[in-house]
Nanobody, 122 residues
Framework: QVQLVESGGGLVQAGGSLRLSCAAT????????MAWFRQAPGKEREFVAA????????SVADSVKGRFAISRDNAKNTVYLLMNSLKPEDTAVYYC???????????????WGQGTRVTVSS
């Protein structure tokens, strides 16, 4: 089992930045690919970014490419999502997720956090 806890969400003005964190406990964090998804009201859960267990493979959604960056610190059992140049359309609940191999489809992930809300005002 892997337990995931997100933090770092909040209210920010358009153009601002936030860094989300996801702390993992349980089975060995370094053996899992980690991802961020988001879900806006009335919309399906959307892939944001993912990084393989070794950190050698990264995938980022086109909608956030160049603005968001995913990183991980296996020594701290934590994955981060740095979000720059935020837009109102980035408003959503952001979730981290874990599975052995990197993927971009939500249904493929085994473990999920409870989410952290990000609101971007215009």
């Amino acid at each position: 089992q892997v337990q995931l806890v997100e933090s770092g969400g909040g209210l920010v003005q358009a153009g601002g930045s936030l860094r989300l964190s996801c702390a993992a406990t349980g089975r060995t964090f370094s053996t899992y690919a980690m991802a961020w998804f988001r879900q806006a009201p009335g919309k399906e859960r959307e892939f944001v970014a993912a990084k393989s267990w070794s950190g050698s493979i990264t995938s980022v959604a086109d909608s956030v490419k160049g603005r968001f960056a995913i990183s991980r610190d296996n020594a701290k059992n934590t994955v981060y999502l740095l979000m720059n140049s935020l837009k109102p359309e980035d408003t959503a609940v952001y979730y981290c997720a874990a599975r052995p191999q990197i993927a971009t489809i939500a249904d493929h992930y085994d473990y999920w956090g409870q989410g952290t809300r990000v609101t971007v005002s215009s």
